[in-house]
């Protein structure tokens, strides 16, 4: 009876706070995913074959060109203070990482290894930095290339685990100098310096990550957009023609008599019941799927599984419809080799046939 009473007793607060915030978390961390995959200039990763060049060079021709000219001498003073060996291994360091970054077959690899590149030059940039001492807290602002490119192009954990390691890496040298060796070569003014350049830094790559955010989602709805989406189905159709990722489906779902809902009720209940949809179905949908917004009333899926499993998807979410409306949808295939506009033409043709056999149905498209 005690044992009983105690399984069924309400949890103690702490406990209940504490899964709130696990929760909490969880939920974070999948939307955070989900968004990554979702912006069209991170789909794939920075270092994607499609337009890579144009991604990498630019920046990686401003990184070597800043190093030399911030560890050039300008005086007498800073001849002796300076360290060209510094400027001549950061130089071939990161003249290395540009070659890797545009020649390596990222594409074969995790998006993951990605990471690589910009972790390499941040290491390179605290090494230079380091060997200068405090005559090297100027140069911190080296540090704002790697997070800025990846607050343009890198998926959000990557962007995030770059702020922190940048912050690690600028202000752990001189706390071990003077805490661990007794030594401190930093003057108050270097520390400063050296918030202001962090701060910067956040600062940047905020404004970055907001715009580019803003250019790739749905206003209303807060979905990728067509944009998005058509980026995403052709790289994730081309690692699987490359054999480095898994089999592809696509669905285009539409809500049913949306323009006869929007004229009776109005148009804020029809954005309301877009955006009802949309938070319903993102809930829905499993991490590695991608839910965009591609038209008024249509939405377009990207399953990564065979004609089965995108229909199962589909079908739960037409589902989950809200307000009491209801939706159709078109699924076809995507294999490898398979042009993604046939493969959503497909679907296209599907979704009529669900609208002309009655709504509320899921059609796939003959195989």
Not at 84 to 106: M, N
Not at 211 to 236: H, I
Request: net charge positive; proline share 6%.
């Amino acid at each position: 009876m005690t044992t009983t009473a105690r399984r069924g007793a309400a949890p103690p607060l702490h406990a209940r706070v504490r899964g709130a915030i696990v929760r909490g978390a969880h939920r974070a961390a999948v939307r955070l995913t989900r968004a990554g995959d979702a912006s069209l200039s991170r789909s794939g990763g920075p270092l994607r074959s499609d337009g890579r060049l144009v991604r990498v060079l630019p920046f990686g021709l401003i990184a070597v060109l800043s190093l030399v000219l911030t560890l050039l001498p300008t005086g007498a003073a800073d001849a002796e203070a300076a360290h060209p060996d510094a400027a001549v291994v950061g130089a071939v360091l990161f003249g290395g990482t540009i070659v890797a970054a545009v020649l390596f077959p990222w594409d074969r690899w995790p998006p993951w290894t990605q990471f690589l590149v910009p972790l390499a030059y941040l290491l390179t940039v605290m090494l230079v930095v380091h060997a200068q001492g405090a005559e090297g807290s100027g140069y911190t602002i080296l540090y704002l290339l790697p997070v800025a490119w990846l607050a343009l192009y890198g998926p959000p954990g990557q962007l995030l685990l770059a702020l922190a390691l940048t912050a690690g890496l600028i202000l752990l040298p001189p706390w071990l100098d003077q805490f661990l060796l007794g030594e401190d070569h930093y003057s108050t003014q270097s520390y400063v310096l050296t918030i202001v350049v962090l701060t910067i830094i956040i600062f940047v790559a905020t404004a970055l990550r907001l715009a580019t955010d803003a250019a790739s989602r749905d206003v209303l709805t807060g979905l990728p957009n067509r944009r998005v989406f058509m980026a995403v189905l052709r790289r994730r159709g081309t690692m699987a023609g490359a054999g480095a990722g898994r089999p592809l489906a696509v669905a285009i779902i539409d809500l049913d008599r949306f323009k006869a809902f929007n004229d009776s009720r109005g148009h804020d209940a029809g954005d309301r019941l877009l955006e009802a949809t949309a938070a319903a179905w993102m809930e829905a949908i499993r991490e590695r799927d991608v839910l965009a917004r591609i038209g008024g009333e249509e939405f377009g899926l990207i399953v990564e599984g065979d004609v089965d499993d995108a229909r199962a998807v589909a079908e739960r979410l037409i589902a989950l419809v809200p307000m009491h409306q209801t939706a159709s949808a078109g699924v076809a295939g995507c294999p490898p080799g398979t042009d993604p506009q046939v493969a959503l033409n497909a679907a296209d043709d599907a979704l009529y046939a669900a609208k002309k056999g009655g709504r509320a149905r899921v059609i796939t498209a003959a195989r």
